[in-house]
């Protein structure tokens, strides 16, 4: 789909990229919740996680979960929330799962990307990149 950033997957996300099989791409969130906070993308477009087909979901949440392991492992977090949006506002409408590592019992912002949450730095990327890369 051409208007997509996640069907585009620019420059800008691909250097953000840890992972990638034929079904999916793993990237640093660009505008991260929590440090550590990754995204698992289908390659194909699906809207959300309802019109995709189950064995894009099975192999994304496998991707997901070993994800989540090495993220808890290396970010030294409490646990995480692995999660996806179906709908709503401010939501990438392109199928793709959370993986949030949480460092604390604060609620969290999800909203208003732009106002709340700063855009990772380059250092960041690397750093994170060296730690997460499988
Ligand atoms: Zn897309």
Known sequence: MKSCIFCKMPESEIARRIYQDRVCN???NRYPVEKGHILVI???HYLD???TPDSVISHMFKVAKRFGKIDKRKMKSMGMDI???VGG???IRHFHIHILPRY???M???ASVKTRRNEIRKDEVKELT???KL
């Open 26 to 28: 793993v990237i640093l």
């Open 42 to 44: 289908s390659k194909k």
């Open 49 to 51: 996680m309802l019109s």
């Open 83 to 85: 999660g996806v949006n």
């Open 89 to 91: 506002a401010g939501s």
């Open 104 to 106: 604390s019992n604060r």
């Open 108 to 110: 969290l912002h999800f």
């Open 130 to 132: 060296r730690l997460l």
